[in-house]
């Protein structure tokens, strides 16, 4: 029984659904963050984008960590938060970009691009972390 159930925890569609549960809640509650710096404190995207990660990056690290990625037996690697930092670095590159590109060139509301971006850069983010942070 221990074996079907270390089976089940760790077969690699689980992991997508345990990162998709995470990673809705997670990015539900980092896009009203957002929302609320650029409507209500009127910040620009691309300051409300950058004021936003350092949340998302600790809360991001610690929920992955503990719930998505987590083997059984396993123990805390020092360079799984540097690589972790790193991804998010990428990720956040590539969310800035995209900002840039649609709302500032081609003049998308930051709103919906935000929201489109979600997508692209949380399936970007799963295969990095999946592959370099906690494998």
């Known amino acids: 029984m221990n074996k079907c159930l270390a089976f089940i925890v760790n077969h690699p569609k689980t992991k997508i659904i345990r990162y998709a549960c995470t990673g809705v809640f997670l990015n539900v509650l980092w896009y009203l963050i957002y929302l609320g710096l650029s409507r209500n404190l009127h910040l620009p995207p691309m300051i409300a984008i ?3 990660y350092p949340f998302a990056l600790a809360i991001g690290y610690w929920s992955h960590f503990r719930f ?9 690697r020092i360079s799984s938060p540097i690589r972790y930092i790193g991804s998010t670095a990428i990720i956040f590159c590539v969310n800035l970009a995209i900002l840039h590109i649609f709302h500032d060139r081609l003049s998308y509301r930051h709103e919906y691009v935000q929201a489109s971006s979600i997508i692209a850069c949380a399936s970007l983010s799963f295969f990095i972390l999946k592959r370099y942070v906690y494998e």
Do not use: H, N
Request: aromatic content about 16%; charged content about 15%.
């Open 50 to 52: 950058t004021a936003c």
């Open 68 to 76: 998505t990625f987590r083997k059984q037996g396993t123990s805390f």
